[in-house]
């Protein structure tokens, strides 16, 4: 069965203090994989989309990166702005399946 | 104005009931999805639709319908609401000529009792 599980569940962090988050994936013939960010009474909202291992992308604070059995996202230097719960998603064909998603907290 | 909207945004019923939720977009796309999230589950597909005359059973489709009124509304109904119904529903969208990429609506809160 076509699964997405992230690790930790929640994750707090200190301002400045880098750290990373974990995807891991089972989705047979995988087309992208992809990473949303969601704030509290809000849908998700897109971050990145990566479609082959070794492949990486950035926006400000965040970097993910894709192997064949799991997807990361760093965040470096956090600020408490960057509190969120973060999603990651794998599609194939026609179906996209969410991970339950990392809570982070950052503290100043 | 937000490209994806859903009406209503918190809605409370009763079981029995019969419950349309409703999403439009001006983004231009073809594709447009219902998920619903539960606290620890994520996200779950409900129904998806390609076109207007194309329509798809998701992960969880059983106790919803769908209807694609037009390429730019979709609407989920609850044909007869139940408490673990009760979550927040998203509707999301995508253009089918530029990738995968969903975009999500602010979602709609709904709890039955």
């Known amino acids: 069965e076509d699964q997405v599980t992230q690790s930790p569940e929640a994750l707090r962090l200190q301002e400045g203090e880098s750290s990373s988050l974990n995807c891991s994936y089972t989705v047979s013939g995988l087309r992208g994989l992809f990473w949303y960010r969601q704030d509290p009474g809000k849908g998700p909202e897109f971050l990145f989309t990566l479609y082959s291992a070794g492949e990486e992308k950035e926006k400000e604070r965040l970097k993910a990166t894709l192997t064949k059995k799991e997807s990361f996202l760093h965040i470096t230097a956090p600020k408490p702005e960057d509190s969120a719960t973060y999603l990651c998603a794998g599609i194939n064909n026609n179906d996209m399946r969410f991970g339950a998603g990392t809570r982070l907290t950052v503290k100043p | 104005d937000a490209d994806v909207t859903q009406t209503p945004r918190n809605r409370i019923t009763k079981t029995g009931k019969r419950i349309m939720l409703e999403c439009s977009q001006t983004k231009g796309h073809d594709r447009m999805y219902w998920y619903r999230q539960d606290p620890g589950l994520g996200l779950r597909l409900i129904y998806y639709s390609f076109d207007v005359k194309d329509i798809n059973k998701g992960e969880i489709s059983d106790g919803y319908s769908v209807s694609r009124q037009a390429q730019a509304k979709f609407s989920l109904s609850l044909e007869s609401a139940i408490p673990n119904q009760t979550a927040l529903y998203f509707c999301?969208?995508?253009?089918?000529?530029?990738?995968?990429?969903?975009?999500f609506g602010p979602g709609t809160r709904l709890t039955v009792l």
């Open positions: 999301a969208t995508s253009d089918g000529r530029r990738g995968d990429t969903q975009y």
